[in-house]
């Protein structure tokens, strides 16, 4: 079975500090995508980033960047030089191929604050 | 281009009473997904549907059932409201034939059992 793990559960960090967040996955498919989401206080789920297993390029955006690591099962997501509309809740997602249904499984949370 | 949409934002249920959630899809998207969020925790996955049929279920009990109609929108039943149905939920949609990418969620509706 899929499991994600998030085990920062809260992070808080002064504006322009760069920060980590952490994920680790569990899964028996050799077939799978990770992704991030932020959660802002509105609710909606925002989509950063997907990566599938066989891709393990790491990439930068702007501000935000991805280490993909297989031989640990991380996705790591960094912030550089965070700002305060960075707050929110980060979300790591899996989802497996087996089965074609790719329903993903999310993680518990990092609840990011970044104090001004 | 509308996104996925949610309807209503909030909600106050009695336990024991009824309710229904709506969704709509974002535009292209005929296949839905509904998470149920728990303060503090990950979106929990209940069911998806495409062809009007419901395709995938989480561990939910029967109390959950929901309906896709021909327009693609969704929605999402709860019977026999408990306190611990009390969470956020969540709408996502994808193209069915894009499986393997990443779902778009509406701002979710907030339901609370009292």
């Known amino acids: 079975a899929q499991k994600v793990t998030q085990a920062q559960t809260e992070i808080s960090v002064v504006e322009k500090e760069d920060v980590t967040l952490d994920c680790v996955y569990e899964?028996?498919?050799?077939?799978?995508?990770l992704f991030w989401y932020k959660q802002p206080p509105s609710g909606e789920l925002v989509f950063l980033i997907r990566?599938?297993?066989?891709?393990?390029q790491n990439e930068i955006s702007g501000r935000y960047s991805w280490n993909f690591q297989k031989s640990t099962s991380s996705f790591n997501f960094t912030i550089t030089a965070s700002q305060v509309v960075d707050s929110a809740v980060y979300f790591c997602a899996l989802s497996e191929a087996s089965g074609g249904s790719y329903i993903p499984t999310f993680g518990r949370g990092t609840s990011l604050i970044v104090h001004p | 281009d509308a996104g996925v949409t949610q309807s209503p934002t909030h909600l106050i249920k009695t336990r024991g009473q009824q309710v229904t959630l709506r969704c709509s899809p974002k535009?292209?998207?005929?296949?839905v997904s509904w998470y149920q969020q728990a303060l503090g925790q990950g979106p929990q996955f209940i069911f998806q549907?495409?062809?009007?049929?419901?395709?995938q279920r989480g561990n939910f009990p029967d109390r959950f059932s929901g309906h896709q109609f021909p327009n693609y929108s969704s929605e999402l039943n709860v019977n026999a409201l408990l306190l611990g149905d009390s969470a956020l939920y969540l709408c996502?949609?994808?193209?069915?034939?894009?499986?393997?990418?990443?779902?778009?969620f509406g701002q979710g509706t907030r339901l609370t059992v009292v």
């Open positions: 990566r599938n297993s066989f891709d393990e």
């Open positions: 899964t028996r498919d050799t077939t799978y995508y």
């Open positions: 549907y495409y062809e009007e049929e419901e395709r």
């Open positions: 535009s292209g998207h005929d296949t």
């Open positions: 996502a949609s994808r193209p069915k034939r894009f499986w393997n990418t990443e779902a778009f």
